[in-house]
C-alpha cells in the first residue's frame, strides 16, 4: 500500500517489523492495515516570534496510533530531524510497548523540527507554548498524554501543562507526564528509563549465567537515559569503557569515573575533552569489544553494515528503532548475543509515566521506594513472559517481545469490534 503521508526510511522498518509479527501471529491480511496505519495525525505550522524580533515558522507533528486500549502516550521530541514518518513509527512502536507491559494505552508521539540548542530559553518557552496551543484539540489526560523525548525535559512538560491548564480553567496535572514532582511530576520518573535499562541487563546477566563484576559496558547517547544506565550499571559491578553523545565519543579500557564524567558534562555540554579518556570514532565505538552495547540514541544506529562486526554479548536497546529490520537479520544468525529489544528494554520510561498519570488522577503520590518496587515488578513480568515465549516458539526477543505487544492490540480490537 502507499504510506504516504507517513512514508519514510524509519516508518518502513516499523512496518516491516509489524508484518514480520502478522506473519508469526497469523493475523488476516483485512486486519493489517487498521493495526498498522495510525488512527490520527496532526501536522502543525507555528509562528515564534524570536529574540531578535524576527518571526520564525518551525513545523511540529502529533500521532496517535491507536486509541483502543484507553488514551494515547507518548513523548515530544524536539530535533532537527523530526518528520511525520519518524514520529508515526514511534507512535507505533509505542503501541506495541505499553501493550507489551500491560499498560492502558495507545502509542503517541509529537514532535518539532528544530534544535533546542540553538534556543534560548524564552524562545524553547514559546515554541513550546504554542506547540501545546495548537495541540488542544487533540490532548488531554483521557485522550493523549505527551511526555519528555529528545531534546525536551521537565521544564518543556511544565509548560505544555501550564499552557492547558490556561485553556480549560484549572489545573490539569494529567495532560502531561515527566512534570517536575513539584507540579504533580512522580518521583524516579527522570531515571525510570535508564534504571529499568540496567535492572534488564541484570536479568539478562542472570539468564545466561554471566558474572556482572567486572563486565565492560559501552553505551551510545549520554543523554538522560544512557548517563542513568551507565551509573546504574556501575553500581551492579560493571565498568563503563566508552559513551558518546552529538559531540563525538570517548573510551578508556580501566572504566570511566562516570561521576566526574558527570560533572564535566554539566560544565562542558560535551563527554569531549574529558580527562583521562582517549577520543574515538562514534562508529568504531559501537564495535568495541564489550559485554553490553546500549545504543541509547537515535534510531537506525546498528545496521546490515555493522550488526556482523558488533562484539557485544548483551544488546540492550535504550533507544527506540535502533536496529535495523536486516540488521536483525545478520543477529539472527549469531545467538552468542543476546538481544532485550527496545520496546521492553526502555519501557522504564513509559511504566512510571503511567504511574505519574495515575497518581496525578487520584491526587496521591508514592514514595520513590513505591514506585521503583512497581516498575521492577511490571519489568519482571514482561521479561519472563517474552523470554517463555522466545524459547517455546524458538523465535528472537524482538519477535516475541513484539508478538506479545501486537497480540494484546490485535485481540482487544477483536473485542470491541468494528463501529459503525
Known amino acids: 500500500m502507499n504510506l504516504h503521508p507517513f512514508e519514510s526510511p524509519t516508518f518502513e522498518m516499523a512496518c516491516r517489523q509489524f508484518d514480520l509479527v502478522a506473519d508469526v501471529l497469523e493475523i488476516p491480511e483485512a486486519m493489517r492495515d487498521r493495526l498498522k496505519m495510525p ?88 515554541l513550546t507554548r504554542r506547540y501545546t496551543q495548537e495541540l488542544i484539540p487533540v490532548i488531554g489526560p483521557q485522550v493523549d498524554i505527551p511526555a519528555p523525548d529528545v531534546g525536551s525535559d521537565e521544564q518543556v512538560m511544565a509548560w505544555m501543562m501550564d499552557t492547558y491548564s490556561s485553556q480549560v480553567g484549572h489545573a490539569v496535572p494529567g495532560v502531561v507526564t515527566g512534570k517536575p514532582v513539584l507540579l504533580g511530576g512522580s518521583l524516579g520518573r527522570r531515571e525510570a528509563t535508564g534504571r529499568g535499562v540496567a535492572y534488564l541487563v541484570s536479568r539478562a546477566f ?20 544512557g548517563s ?24 578508556d579500557e580501566r572504566g570511566l569515573d562516570l561521576k566526574a564524567l558527570d560533572a564535566h558534562v554539566a560544565k562542558t555540554g560535551s563527554v569531549l575533552g574529558f580527562a583521562g579518556a582517549q577520543a574515538m570514532d562514534p562508529a568504531a565505538m559501537l ?27 548483551i544488546l540492550a536497546e535504550g533507544a527506540n528503532g535502533p536496529t535495523t529490520p536486516k540488521a536483525d537479520e545478520i543477529l539472527s544468525q549469531r545467538p552468542e548475543i543476546f538481544v532485550i529489544p527496545d520496546i521492553l528494554c526502555n519501557s522504564g520510561g513509559v511504566i512510571v509515566s503511567y504511574f505519574e498519570w495515575v497518581q496525578d488522577l487520584q491526587s496521591f503520590f508514592w514514595t520513590q ?52
Open 369 to 420: 521506594g513505591e514506585v521503583m518496587d512497581r516498575l521492577y515488578r511490571l519489568l519482571e513480568q514482561a521479561f519472563v513472559q517474552t523470554l517463555e515465549l522466545s524459547r517455546r516458539r524458538h523465535l528472537s526477543m524482538r519477535l516475541a517481545a513484539l508478538s506479545l505487544g501486537v497480540g494484546r492490540v490485535h485481540e482487544a480490537k477483536l473485542r470491541r469490534g468494528l463501529y459503525p
Open 228 to 251: 542513568v544506565a551507565a551509573a546504574a550499571m556501575a553500581d551492579h559491578g560493571l565498568k563503563v569503557i566508552a559513551v558518546a553523545d552529538v559531540s563525538g565519543a570517548i573510551h
Open 206 to 225: 542472570d539468564t545466561l549465567g554471566l558474572p556482572m563484576q567486572g563486565a565492560r559496558a559501552v553505551v551510545q547517547g549520554y543523554g538522560n537515559v
Open 39 to 126: 488512527k490520527r495525525a496532526m501536522t502543525v505550522t507555528m509562528p515564534v516570534r524570536m529574540d531578535d524580533g524576527r518571526v520564525q515558522v518551525f513545523v511540529g507533528h502529533r500521532v496517535q496510533h491507536h486509541l483502543t486500549l484507553g488514551p494515547t502516550k507518548g513523548g515530544v521530541r524536539f530535533h532537527p530531524e523530526v518528520t511525520l514518518g519518524e514520529v508515526a513509527a514511534l507512535a507505533m512502536w509505542m503501541s506495541w510497548k505499553c501493550a507489551l507491559v500491560g499498560l492502558p494505552y495507545g502509542g503517541a508521539k509529537g514532535g518539532v523540527a528544530c534544535d533546542p540548542r540553538q534556543l534560548s530559553r524564552g524562545e524553547l518557552e514559546r
Open 287 to 313: 564495535e568495541l569489544p564489550c559485554e553490553v552495547l546500549v545504543p541509547a540514541a537515535m534510531e537506525r544506529q546498528i545496521t546490515e553494515h555493522n550488526a556482523g562486526r558488533i562484539a557485544c554479548r
